[in-house]
């Protein structure tokens, strides 16, 4: 909760910076390369942006029509639980009883622990299902959110060979077509049973970004206190460290494809991007999410059946602009949690 102090002093120094004729910023978008681990010293990242293009392909093929209730939606689960098993995790298959009238929906909750903070979890989440109803329901789901689903996989393959100091987790939701089900219920328990996530890295429609003619676009949750902490840290790995060009994403929103003309990377400020993050940013946990295009409906695919492969790398501009989009979604991440890991 923010403090009535901190809305006075944000809505004080805002006032000032206007009567100066300055305009006022959020939070500090300068980043002190001092105050944070020397990613330099970092385990380098092993894996490619074609290695988890072959996977997503392979997935999507596998597991099309991952609706709620319907089969490929239960083996897509079981699926990605024993694959993170095989990779040295942790695995709990989750069920709550949500919605109405209620009904069963289900978490993958993979865990691996820390070497220094192990009560003290940095996780990575997205969605498995895919929208539901008829004229509107996807088939393969590729990009919402096979991407998601898929570029988890790619981050507990390399989190299992590397020793952190905070715990892993990596967590696939249910029912976040019918409204974050899953992830609501299972955010309120964790901080109801005194979960202490240090951060929530939020995957929900990622890949189609920087060099593609579109943002990768990065937000962090609502509060003050998530722009101070994130604002900079996005800052430092990546213009600082990786280098990678700014963009704002452009907030006209006429980056609708095909008319994208904006490449980057977007410190884009509080997230407008609804998605299971936003399940932990209502319990007062730290988020960060990753989305390429800066809008869900910039996707001529959004929730219809053509949502493939295919189409992702026509509005990439081709299969090589999409792997390196998604490795420089996944190279980002990476280094974001080194660095978390190390606050």
């Known amino acids: 909760m923010i403090s009535a102090r901190k809305i006075a002093l944000v809505i004080t120094g805002s006032m000032l910076a206007i009567s100066l004729g300055v305009a006022p910023q959020a939070a500090s978008g300068a980043s002190d390369p001092s105050h944070y681990y020397d990613l330099s010293k970092a385990p380098k990242p092993t894996i490619s942006g074609k290695e988890i293009l072959n996977g997503l392909t392979d997935f999507v093929s596998k597991f099309p029509l991952r609706q709620q209730y319907m089969p490929n939606n239960d083996a897509a689960a079981q699926f990605l639980a024993a694959e993170a098993k095989h990779y040295g995790f942790k695995v709990r298959t989750l069920h709550y009883s949500v919605g109405t009238p209620p009904h069963d929906t289900k978490v993958i909750e993979a865990t691996k622990k820390?070497?220094?903070?192990?009560?003290n979890y940095i996780a990575f989440i997205a969605h498995y299902d895919i929208v539901p109803g008829i004229g509107g329901a996807t088939i393969q789901g590729a990009y919402d959110d096979g991407t998601g689903t898929n570029i988890l996989r790619y981050f507990a393959k390399q989190f299992s060979t590397i020793k952190t100091r905070h715990s892993i987790a990596i967590i696939w939701f249910d029912g976040e077509e019918w409204g974050t089900l899953g992830s609501s219920a299972y955010a309120a328990a964790m901080k109801k049973q005194g979960m202490q996530f240090d951060?929530?890295?939020?995957?929900?429609?990622?890949?189609?970004?920087?060099p593609a003619p579109y943002c990768l676009c990065i937000w962090h949750g609502p509060s003050?206190?998530?722009?101070?902490?994130?604002?900079?840290?996005?800052d430092y790995v990546?213009?600082?460290?990786?280098?990678?060009?700014k963009s704002d994403g452009n907030p006209g929103n006429a980056e609708k494809y095909p008319l994208g003309t904006k490449s980057g990377v977007c410190n884009c400020g509080n997230n407008i991007r609804n998605s299971d993050e936003a399940s932990f940013a209502a319990n007062g946990y730290f988020t960060i999410r990753y989305s390429g295009m800066r809008t869900a409906a910039d996707y001529p695919g959004y929730h219809f059946p053509w949502d493939t492969i295919q189409l992702m790398e026509q509005v990439a501009g081709s299969q090589a602009n999409l792997e390196k989009g998604i490795q420089n979604t996944f190279d980002s991440a990476y280094y974001t949690a080194i660095a978390l890991d190390h606050m």
């Open 114 to 119: 820390g070497t220094v903070d192990p009560n």
């Open 199 to 210: 951060a929530v890295m939020g995957f929900d429609m990622t890949g189609i970004a920087y």
């Open 224 to 234: 003050v206190d998530d722009a101070a902490k994130a604002v900079p840290l996005i």
């Open 238 to 245: 990546n213009y600082d460290y990786l280098h990678f060009p």
